[in-house]
Nanobody
Framework: QVQLVESGGGLVQAGGSLRLSCAASGSIFSGNFMGWYRQAPGKQREFVAVITSGGSTNYADSVKGRFTISRDNAKNTMYLQMNSLKPEDTAAYYC??????????WGKGTLVTVST
């Protein structure tokens, strides 16, 4: 089992920045992927970014150049640095952890609100 706890959400003005964290605990092993998804009110959950245990990354087109995903394997923590935030970035942000065998764990989310 893996437990995930997100933090760092809040209210920010458009153009501002936030840094989200996702702390993982439990059965953490190498060869995993960690990622961020978001879900805006009335919309489906969508992919934001992913990072492998080796540090390779991939981003949704909507956040490329503005968001940066990173991880500290020693701390079992993943981060999402969000810059140049837009009102359309408003959503609940969820982290996930995917094991080498494909099991997916989710956190409970942290809310990001970007005001105009």
């Amino acid at each position: 089992q893996v437990q995930l706890v997100e933090s760092g959400g809040g209210l920010v003005q458009a153009g501002g920045s936030l840094r989200l964290s996702c702390a993982a605990s439990g059965s953490i092993f190498s060869g995993n992927f960690m990622g961020w998804y978001r879900q805006a009110p009335g919309k489906q959950r969508e992919f934001v970014a992913v990072i492998t245990s080796g540090g390779s990354t991939n981003y949704a087109d909507s956040v490329k150049g503005r968001f940066t995903i990173s991880r500290d394997n020693a701390k079992n923590t993943m981060y999402l640095q969000m810059n140049s935030l837009k009102p359309e970035d408003t959503a609940a942000y969820y982290c996930n952890y995917i094991t080498a065998t494909g099991t997916v764990y989710w956190g409970k989310g942290t809310l990001v609100t970007v005001s105009t």
